[in-house]
């Protein structure tokens, strides 16, 4: 079974700072990852995904890069600002792509 | 509607009660999902449909869970004799081909809590 995990679980950080979220997946025959945000009591937004065969993607202050041996991958969030206040979920899916194995995601507080 | 929509936004059922939780996909979505996230958890899988064919039902954590997609759209996720443990957030989600890979639309969920 495809394990997910998301370190650190909880990251608070003065505005304007560089951050680094780290995810990591145990079965690498990944068909895409995918980066989502989560604000309470809202849905799930796509942020940023990377096919397999990709090394990274970036979206505007997003950057996420893919290590698909290793297992691992990072979401990178340059000048942070109190609206990137929410938790990061990462999700892999695997070849038969009909479902997301979720981590438990890191909640980030980005401090005026 | 321009979203998925999951409606009750909130309910309390009492421990074994049954309860039924809506989810009206984006018009002409193909498939859809249940999955249910646990406080402090990442969502966990339940079900899956493409169209009104139940395709995957892997996660339902047992058979007090069922799902439904009577005509391809609207989904109803059904508790039988809710437990405590039943307490979560339950997300649907819709995309517009088979699969997970091209344009989906996650709701806002349903919040269970069971007492």
């Known amino acids: 079974k495809q394990e997910v995990t998301q370190i650190p679980a909880a990251l608070s950080v003065p505005e304007g700072e560089n951050l680094v979220l780290n995810c990591s997946f145990t079965?690498?025959?990944?068909?895409?990852l995918q980066w989502f945000r989560q604000d309470p009591g809202k849905g799930l937004t796509s942020l940023l995904l990377?096919?397999?065969?990709?090394r990274e993607q970036t979206s505007g202050r997003l950057n996420a890069s893919l290590d698909k041996s290793s297992g691992r991958s990072t979401l990178y969030i340059a000048a942070s600002q109190p609206g990137d206040s929410a938790t990061y979920l990462c999700?892999?899916?695997?070849?038969?792509?009909?479902?997301?194995?979720f981590g438990s995601g890191t909640k980030l507080n980005v401090k005026p | 509607g321009a979203g998925v929509s999951q409606s009750p936004r909130y309910k309390v059922a009492k421990r074994g009660q049954d309860v039924a939780l809506r989810c009206d996909p984006i018009?002409?979505?193909?498939?859809l999902f249940w999955y249910q996230q646990a406080l402090g958890q990442g969502p966990e899988f339940l079900t899956y449909?493409?169209?009104?064919?139940?395709?995957?039902k892997s996660g339902l954590p047992s058979d007090r869970f069922f799902a439904e997609r009577p005509e391809g759209s609207v989904s109803t996720l059904k508790i039988q004799r809710t437990q405590q443990e039943d307490s979560a957030v339950y997300l649907c989600?819709?995309?517009?081909?088979?699969?997970?890979?091209?344009?989906?639309?996650f709701g806002s969920g349903t919040r269970l809590t069971v007492v």
């Open positions: 989600a819709s995309s517009l081909y088979a699969g997970l890979n091209y344009g989906y639309t």
């Open positions: 079965d690498s025959a990944i068909y895409n």
């Open positions: 990377i096919q397999s065969s990709q």
């Open positions: 999700a892999v899916i695997l070849d038969n792509f009909n479902k997301f194995y």
């Open positions: 018009s002409g979505h193909v498939s």
């Open positions: 449909f493409q169209n009104e064919a139940q395709l995957d």
